[in-house]
């Protein structure tokens, strides 16, 4: 098996589009019922989920704040999972809650 990096991105900059309080506790539960298959099926290396604040760093040097400077969507979490080849790895990203909100799973193979 080899490694692979999941960074779940999702668009936090529309308002009209941000799920309601009720809405955000469902997309959680989705979200721990993923995890845990993920975890039962042996393929979590590494998990983490980010702060919305953050800083950026630019090629000029210049330090700017927030982390969505300059793109819409912004990076929510991060997974490294095992799985056999990309493809097993994209049909692992078809279940990701972030989906259904809109968002979208960069998914890049450990060297």
Known sequence: MDEFLL???????????QPSPDELQEHFKKWHTWYEKMA???RIVLR???DWEGLVVDSRKTVLNGPYAEIKESIGGMVIIRAASYEEAAEIALGVPVLEVGGNVEIRKAL
């Open 40 to 42: 039962a099926e042996d």
């Open 48 to 50: 983490r989920k980010w």
């Open 7 to 17: 960074v779940f991105r999702r668009d936090f900059t529309d308002r009209e589009n």
